[in-house]
Structures are given as C-alpha cells and as structure tokens.
C-alpha cells in the first residue's frame, strides 16, 4: 500500500511556541491531505482539510489561525500549532487518500508543558 | 455533514468467541466504508473494507456486512484471539466532493480474554 510518512512522531513543547507538524505522502501524489486529532481514549476528529495549492478547509469549531496548514507541493502538508497551550497537547495524525483507501502518518504526540 | 454512530464502545469477549460491532451512518451518498484497528500510541490500519456495491465480505476471521438502506454496517470477528485486542474504528466515506473524506466513527475497545 501507500505510504504516508510524518514527523515529528513526539514533540515537548513550552506554552506559547508554535509547533510544525510534516505530512508527506512518500510513493504517490496527494493532492489532498486531512488532519486528525485524537485524544486519550477517543476517536479521531477531522481538523481540517489541506489542498494543494489552495486554502485548508477547516471543520466546525477548530481555528484555522491557531492550527495553519500548508500545503505547497503534491506530497507535502504541514501544521503548525501556534501559540500551543496545554489543552492542545493530543496525538495529531494526518492521511492522504489513494483512492479508495486513506493511509496514514506515524501520528505525533504533541506535550504542551 | 456525515455522521457515524458505533456500538458499543467497549466490548470484552472471552478468547475464541465471536466480537460484532455495529456502526450505523447518516450520508447517504457515503459508498465506501473501511474499518480500522488501532493499537495504543499507533496510526489506525485498515482491517477490512466494503464498498456500498457489496452486501458482505469476508477476509479469513474477519467479515463485515452492509445494510444500504437502513444505512448499517457491522463487523464480525470470529474465533478471536487476545491480539485481536485493540480499539476499533469504522469510517464512512462521502464522494459529495471531489475529495474523500473519511469520518470516523466513536470506537469500541475490544478486550479478549485469554
């Protein structure tokens, strides 16, 4: 199957700093990627929908300006939380489909200290 | 927007009997649906999937069945095993747009004991 690669898998971060989270689709074109976050002992929550070469499309109730989403090229997307808090701290995990299957990143444990 | 309901959300079964999990959608143009195994700290592997063409399939313990018209899909694993341990997740797909969006539904913890 297709292979979707992120990074970081874990980050540390302080209060108040941003965090880059990359999503790369390693053996095939996405022309679309989705972000997911999923906390303890829950499902995984669509954030956002990245376009390439277009604007995210954000799901109700998540800021698009805390949470920004690029994505500049067909295998690349990234998100970056900024001005984390601890209440972000999640698993962030992103998946690109090859039709009709999603597959899916490492996913990144986020802790906002 | 799409809407998917999953019972029961935990679910604990003696090794060697069966686990069925019952998942109900509220798109109807959703016509994919994929089930998911999730393990502690993993990314969600794709178990088993039907497509809204198709009634049942089945892939060695594992099966899953579609209801189109009362919008239900279950999955069924037969003779389980403790690895079978793990949180289960169904998704349902829409092709309303021109992307595939997959929506997950709540999960069920499966536990089998040995």
């Known amino acids: 199957g297709a292979v979707v690669s992120q990074h970081p898998s874990w980050v540390i971060c302080k209060s108040g700093t941003s965090v880059k989270i990359e999503c790369r689709s390693l053996?095939?074109?996405?022309?679309?990627m989705f972000w997911y976050r999923q906390f303890p002992k829950q499902s995984l929550m669509l954030m956002a929908t990245?376009?390439?070469?277009?604007?995210?499309?954000?799901e109700q109730g998540v800021e698009k300006d805390k949470f920004l989403i690029n994505h500049a090229s067909l295998t690349l997307s990234t998100l970056t939380v900024t001005s984390a808090h601890p209440e972000d701290s999640s698993f962030y995990i992103c998946?690109?489909?090859?039709?009709?299957?999603?597959?899916f990143g490492q996913g990144t444990r986020l802790t906002v200290v | 927007g799409e809407n998917v309901e999953q019972h029961p959300s935990t679910l604990s079964v003696q090794e060697g009997d069966s686990a069925v999990i019952k998942c109900t959608y509220s798109?109807?143009?959703?016509?994919?649906f994929p089930w998911y195994k999730q393990e502690l700290g993993k990314r969600p592997q794709l178990i088993i999937d039907?497509?809204?063409?198709?009634g049942e399939k089945k892939d060695q313990r594992i099966a899953v069945t579609l209801n189109k018209t009362a919008k239900h899909f279950s999955l069924h694993i037969t003779e389980t095993q403790p690895e079978d341990s793990a949180v289960y997740f169904c998704?349902?797909?829409?092709?309303?747009?021109?992307?595939?969006?997959?929506?997950f539904g709540p999960g069920t913890s499966l536990s089998v004991i040995p």
């Open positions: 998946s690109a489909p090859d039709r009709p299957e999603a597959f």
């Open positions: 053996d095939f074109q996405a022309t679309t």
């Open positions: 990245s376009n390439e070469g277009s604007k995210a499309t954000y």
């Open positions: 798109d109807s143009a959703s016509n994919y």
């Open positions: 039907i497509r809204s063409n198709v």
């Open positions: 998704a349902a797909t829409s092709k309303r747009t021109s992307y595939d969006k997959v929506i």
